[in-house]
């Protein structure tokens, strides 16, 4: 019987080690609708004229730390369509998942929960918002897929602009 609880301590140790020696971890714990609305102020009018709407979208991401190595992200879809520019519709999703992240440098992280992370979130908020559409009885409104590699890049270029704006020349 000792020899066994030996053999498993040895084991435990051996996989904590290669589990160090893997290098950084990802993993997807979970993945829940935090948040939706919808909203079709103008129903049943709306219906009275001919659906060509101009739809106006933004997205937005959030992360917050649970505990170490552990992250909640959020992303946040709004989409509102106007129709003679009245507001048709607007509807809010947001999708979060629960992340482990563990071992990887800052920039690395940060790059993680802003391009990743969203990337697994986004098929899941799409759908959302589709079906929220659909049950307000109005055609279907499949988005197009996002680049969240291209948005990250695009904002660490405006924060590094601004701050060479802010920073006084010599």
């Known amino acids: 019987m000792a020899e066994n609880e030996e053999n498993t301590q040895v084991t435990n140790e051996a996989a904590a080690d290669a589990q160090q020696a893997a290098g950084p971890q990802f993993a997807l714990q979970r993945i829940y609708l935090k948040d939706a609305s919808y909203e079709s102020p103008r129903s049943p009018l709306v219906f009275q004229n001919q659906w060509q ?85 109005f055609p279907a409104l499949m988005l ?15 924060q590094a602009e601004q701050k060479a704006a802010s920073e006084p020349a010599n």
Do not use: H, M, W
Not at 144 to 158: K, R
């Open 144 to 158: 197009s897929p996002i680049n969240f590699d291209a948005l990250y890049a695009q904002q660490l270029q405006a």
């Open 53 to 137: 709407p101009k739809i106006n979208f933004d997205i937005k991401t959030k992360s917050e730390k649970i505990q170490d190595g552990v992250y909640e992200v959020v992303l946040v879809l709004t989409v509102e369509a106007e129709l003679e520019e009245q507001p048709a519709f607007v509807v809010e999703v947001q999708q979060a998942g629960v992340f482990t992240a563990k071992d990887f440098g800052d920039e690395q992280l940060a790059q993680l929960l802003a391009t990743v992370c969203p990337n697994i979130l986004f098929p899941y908020a799409r759908e959302a918002v589709d079906n929220l559409v659909i049950k307000g009885s």
